[in-house]
């Protein structure tokens, strides 16, 4: 699958998400994960997620996220139209 488009997203690290170090809890990244880009099919969408520490040279952590759309007989099925309509306005 190739990039439709790239996003970024700046997050304050809250104090909440920290151990008593300092350190973000590496759990939090699954939930940071939902700020990411896309990449669609017409029965999928895929999420590529990049954390990254404000000056540093490589990721914290990586990950995707792959969504499909079902019916309601559990089978794969086209994206709603307003769902492929909102998607493909994130990236331009």
Do not use: K
């Not at 990039?3 to 809890?25: C, K, L, N, P, W």
């Not at 007989?73 to 493909?88: N, W, Y």
């Amino acid at each position: 699958m190739t990039a439709s488009a790239v996003r970024s997203s700046r997050i304050r690290v809250r104090y909440a998400e920290t151990d008593q170090m300092g350190v973000v809890y590496y759990a939090n990244y699954l939930v940071w994960f939902e700020v990411g880009a896309t990449l669609m099919s017409p029965v999928r969408v895929r999420f590529d997620y990049e954390i990254w520490r404000t000056g540093e040279d490589a990721p914290l952590a990586t990950g995707h996220t792959i969504h499909a759309a079902m019916d309601r007989r559990g089978r794969p099925c086209r994206l709603p139209p307003a769902v492929r309509e909102l998607l493909s306005s994130m990236s331009e």
